[in-house]
């Protein structure tokens, strides 16, 4: 929801240093059709810490277009 989007954009730019340029807020769908590939995914959520923000993620195929 919002509160994890909020969150995701305020530790993406220190993420980004730390796990090689990954960014937290980036909208992969958008970005990959943009490309000219297709998405054949699912959404599905995790919580990284006991109590922690359930954070969104993508798993799945890219295929062109």
Same mark, same amino acid.
């Given at each position: 929801?919002? *509160?994890?989007?909020?969150?995701?954009?305020? *530790?993406? %730019?220190?993420?980004?240093?730390?796990?090689?340029?990954?960014?937290?807020?980036?909208?992969?769908?958008? #970005? #990959?059709?943009?490309?000219?590939?297709? #998405?054949?995914?699912?959404?599905?959520?995790?919580?990284?810490?006991?109590?922690?923000?359930? #954070? %969104?993620?993508?798993?799945?195929? *890219?295929?062109? *277009?």
């Amino acid at each position: 929801g919002r *509160a994890a989007a909020a969150l995701q954009a305020l *530790a993406s %730019p220190l993420w980004a240093r730390a796990a090689g340029g990954c960014r937290l807020d980036t909208d992969l769908p958008a #970005l #990959l059709a943009a490309e000219g590939f297709r #998405l054949d995914a699912r959404r599905v959520s995790f919580a990284p810490a006991r109590g922690g923000p359930r #954070l %969104p993620f993508l798993l799945g195929v *890219a295929r062109p *277009a």
